[in-house]
Every structure is written in structure tokens, then in C-alpha cells.
């Protein structure tokens, strides 16, 4: 999924999508379960669904001593990049940063978590990625690719548990911010997908697909100007 540190301010976020406190998210996870129960048949008009983001295979190479003024670079340039060509370049170094776990032992794991996920052995990915985490809490790119790993098999209620973790490290995060989008968006929360796509949008203006979604769910939820 681009279908994952830095703690700059906290990015407010509708309650019962992203409350850090667990309480708080129990209405998305009843939903979720509510869809996981009877799962409605797309609309006609639903509009297009961006693919869950997730980096790149062919990233740059990243240094382990990319700090937080390089992340921070790296996120005004994005904002400003003239076209999607640039964005994309950007992209993929924030990507790489993302991705160093400072540990052999992660990478290693990280490695089979790929090759079980390639494999479709889905259980395996999860386990692996529970103990990256287990080494290393605070590496983001595990929580955001369990995320992803549970969107596949449609646990959405853990997907967006560990997106919550992801954004409580990194709120810039666009890939994690885009697949809640297209999480609430598949459970039939509009509202609350179209404020996560905008976020999104925000952070990375030129992110692949979710413009045209955005410009959809904002007719459909808004009403179309006069």
C-alpha cells in the first residue's frame, strides 16, 4: 500500500477517526465490524478508489544519519513541487528516510515480510512485523506496513489501529492518511474519508489518484456548487 520520526504539532483529526485515545475510536471499529458483518454492494456511483500507497520498489538509497531537518526539507519541497514528475522524486526520498530502520535484525525481517507478503502467506508477514515492532516500537514503516498487510485481508479494524500508530509518529504520513481515506471510504464513512484524503492532499499535493477522488466524494458529500 504508498499504499510510513519526527513528532512536529499534532494534526487535529475527527475524533471518531483518529483519536489517539482507544475510547475514542471504538465508532470506527464498530462500523468496521458492522461492514465486515454484511458487506454492502458498491455503488454505481461511488466513484474511483485510489490504490493503498505504499513505497516504491526502487527507491533511492537513504543514509541512516538523514535527520529531522532533512524529513522537514524534503516535506516544504514537496509542497511546492511544479509537477508530479518532481513530487514523485520527492516522494521516493521520503520514502527511503522512511524506510531505515537503524537495525540489521529489522531489515533482515523486513526482507521476509516482502518475500511472505509476494507469497500471499499473509500470517507470516503479520508475525514477522509484530516482532520488528517489538524491536523496535518507534520504526514507522513497520506499523504502516502492517496496516497495509491487514488492509489486504480486510481486518480493517486493525489497519486502522496501527495507522493511528503511524500518524501518532508521523502526521505527515500521506500513505497512511491515504489508505484511512480509503478505508472509511470502503465502510461507507464519506465525511470522514474525504477529510483524510484533503489532509493527505495537503501534505503531498500531487499524490497519485487522490485528486480526482477528493473532487468525487466532495460533490457527493458537499453537494455540488452552484
Request: charged letters at 25%.
Amino acid at each position: 500500500m504508498r499504499f510510513m520520526c519526527l513528532r512536529p504539532p499534532a494534526v487535529w483529526f475527527p475524533v471518531a477517526v483518529l483519536a489517539l485515545g482507544a475510547v475514542l475510536l471504538i465508532p470506527v471499529l464498530a462500523a468496521t465490524a458492522a461492514f465486515a458483518q454484511n458487506e454492502p454492494e458498491p455503488e454505481p456511483d461511488a466513484g474511483p478508489r485510489p490504490h493503498w500507497i505504499a513505497p516504491p520498489s526502487d527507491l533511492p538509497r537513504s543514509g541512516h544519519d538523514e535527520g529531522a531537518y532533512s524529513l522537514d526539507t524534503l516535506f516544504e519541497a514537496l509542497k511546492v513541487a511544479p509537477d508530479a514528475e518532481s513530487a514523485k522524486a520527492i516522494e521516493d526520498r521520503i520514502w527511503a528516510a522512511w524506510m531505515v530502520s537503524d537495525s540489521d535484525t529489522c531489515n533482515l525481517l523486513m526482507d521476509r515480510v516482502k518475500a511472505a507478503a509476494d507469497d500471499k502467506d499473509y500470517t507470516l508477514a503479520i508475525k514477522l512485523l509484530d516482532a520488528v515492532i517489538e524491536i523496535k516500537p518507534d520504526y514507522v514503516e513497520a506499523w504502516n506496513r502492517r496496516a497495509t498487510i491487514y488492509y489486504v485481508m480486510k481486518d480493517y479494524g486493525h489497519a486502522l489501529a496501527d495507522i493511528r500508530e503511524v500518524l501518532s509518529r508521523e502526521p505527515r504520513h500521506f500513505g497512511a492518511l491515504a489508505g484511512l481515506g480509503l478505508i472509511l471510504q470502503e465502510i461507507g464513512d464519506d465525511k470522514h474519508a474525504l477529510e483524510a484524503y484533503r489532509r493527505a492532499l495537503a501534505i503531498d499535493p500531487h499524490l497519485a489518484h487522490v485528486a480526482d477522488v477528493v473532487k468525487t466524494l466532495s460533490a457527493k458529500v458537499e453537494g455540488r456548487g452552484i
